[in-house]
């Protein structure tokens, strides 16, 4: 049984870093890719990035100038930064597992972040 | 920027067969995913690699793929199945991953 907790501040001030973390309980760290997506009030979800249990990243291009996602393999978990924040980035965000041309079959419970002065 | 263009909503009848489509130059080259989105809930993969259902997807959700178009079919659509539906691809060069904007479907 696959299980991704996730945790990190819910409220954030404008010009602030947001910070989250994603535990990942059960199955093979080493055989995916690790995921932030994030959805907006009202509006649709976004990608934000990847990584791998070796580190390499990928990210969106509209948000790569103030995210970094790592990794910790010895806690099976990994994390996002994104700083800078704006009233903008208030969402609900996850974390979730990829496997390569499977999908995102597995999610985090979703961290709502609010960004407000 | 790269962009999956999807209706923003279309309605059907309980019973009926509902069709969200999904459009993009590079879905000949890459793979669609779908996603069932209910609010205050993660999303649910429906459907992977164009037309793949996942274990425990009812048979009643099927995905297809023409060209630059993929669908998503829910045939026999139930009140249950209302709800936002997102697809997913890569960009062409397969570097990162976008999702189209959504579909509500609304169940009459």
């Known amino acids: 049984q696959v299980q991704l907790q996730q945790w990190g501040a819910g409220l954030l001030k404008p010009s602030e870093t947001l910070s989250l973390t994603c535990a990942v309980h059960g199955g093979s760290f080493s055989d995916y890719y690790w995921s932030w997506i994030r959805q907006p009030p009202g509006k649709g979800l976004e990608w934000i990035g990847e990584?791998?249990?070796?580190?390499?990243?990928s990210y969106n291009p509209s948000l790569k100038s103030r995210v970094t996602i790592s990794v910790d393999t010895s806690k099976n978990q990994f994390s996002l930064r994104l700083s800078s924040v704006t009233a903008a980035d208030t969402a609900v965000y996850y974390c979730?597992?990829?496997?390569?041309?499977?999908?995102?079959?597995?999610w985090g419970q979703g961290t709502l972040v609010t960004v407000s002065s | 920027s790269y962009e999956l263009t999807q209706p923003p909503s279309v309605s059907v009848s309980p019973r009926q067969t509902a069709r969200i489509t999904c459009s993009a130059d590079t879905l000949p080259k890459q793979y669609a995913y779908w996603y069932q989105k209910k609010p205050g809930q993660a999303p649910v993969l429906v459907i992977y690699k164009d037309t793949e259902r996942p274990s425990g997807i009812p048979e009643r959700f099927s995905g297809s793929s023409s060209g630059t178009t993929v669908t998503l079919t829910i045939s026999g659509v139930q009140a249950e199945d209302e709800a936002d539906y997102y697809c997913?691809?890569?960009?062409?060069?397969?570097?990162?991953?976008?999702f189209g904007g959504g579909t509500k479907l609304t169940v009459l």
């Open positions: 979730a597992r990829e496997a390569y041309s499977y999908g995102y079959l597995y």
């Open positions: 990584i791998n249990h070796n580190g390499s990243t």
């Open positions: 997913q691809s890569a960009d062409s060069s397969g570097t990162y991953w976008v």
